[in-house]
């Protein structure tokens, strides 16, 4: 059957990092773009990462770039998340999603979510 799977959360220092990892199955992989989304307690979800299954174009949040790096691994069935520079306002469950779509865009759903991995920054 279809499966997302996070991991690699945790409990990290302000300034420290932590690699998501999002491993697929059940579905041809190498077809789907793949979204990283966060929530806070009490928030929205937001999008915070993306990487296209065609040209493995990227989309990052304002507020994570040029401190989260997105990449794939299509013969894992992979994809990661390197979240460098944590800070304390980057706490929240972390979810990879798929869609059958060859480029990063707003899409109203995802075809397939993962449960979740919990990121906590705080000293």
């Known amino acids: 059957q279809v499966q997302l799977v996070e991991s690699g959360g945790g409990l990290v220092q302000p300034g420290g990092s932590l690699r998501l990892s999002c491993a697929a199955s059940?579905?041809?992989?190498?077809?789907?773009?793949i979204g990283w989304f966060r929530q806070a307690p009490g928030k929205e979800r937001e999008g915070v990462s993306c990487?296209?299954?065609?040209?493995?174009?990227?989309y990052y949040a304002d507020s994570v770039k040029g401190r989260f790096t997105i990449s794939r691994d299509n013969a894992k069935n992979t994809v990661y998340l390197q979240m460098n520079s944590l800070k304390p306002e980057d706490t929240a469950v972390y979810y990879c999603?798929?869609?059958?779509?060859?480029?990063?865009?707003?899409?109203?759903?995802?075809?397939?979510w993962g449960q979740g991995t919990q990121v906590t920054v705080s000293s």
């Open positions: 999603a798929a869609i059958r779509r060859r480029y990063c865009s707003s899409y109203p759903r995802y075809d397939y």
């Open positions: 059940g579905f041809a992989f190498d077809y789907y773009t």
């Open positions: 990487i296209s299954s065609s040209d493995g174009s990227l």
